[in-house]
């Protein structure tokens, strides 16, 4: 098997009043948990703002206003025993469905079963990859 570097996009959609991100939460092998905001893998062809409208469509249901790119990071790291790496492009946005953001916990359309809630740094759960962090601080000095 040969190891790739994926491309995701991923968005930072912040709920207003608390400021806490849209995150799907895991846990890993050695019994951490930890939170990525909502997205995925950029297609052969398609842009990575065109993934994240695309993944914002399977994962929620609903469309996304006001994106803009807020970087790029890279990350290498290892879950559940698999070695990883990826390139993420991170983007703010704002849903256009606004009864979303008052709910706690928002089904995966895409992963029955499971659900998106929203996060804190103050929270148990470390977000991934850890470079999303200085992207949030650059952005909101709240973080």
Known sequence: MRLQIQCKSLAIIIRPGDHSVLVHEGDNSSGGRYARPLG????FGELAVEALHREMLEELGCGLKGV???????????LNGKAGHEVIFAFRCDLDEASIYVRDSIPLL????QCATWWRPDEGSRLVPEQLLKVLRDEFAKF
């Open 40 to 43: 995925g893998s950029i297609e």
């Open 68 to 78: 803009r790119q807020l970087g790029i990071v890279e990350n290498r790291f290892e």
């Open 110 to 113: 895409d992963v029955p079963g």
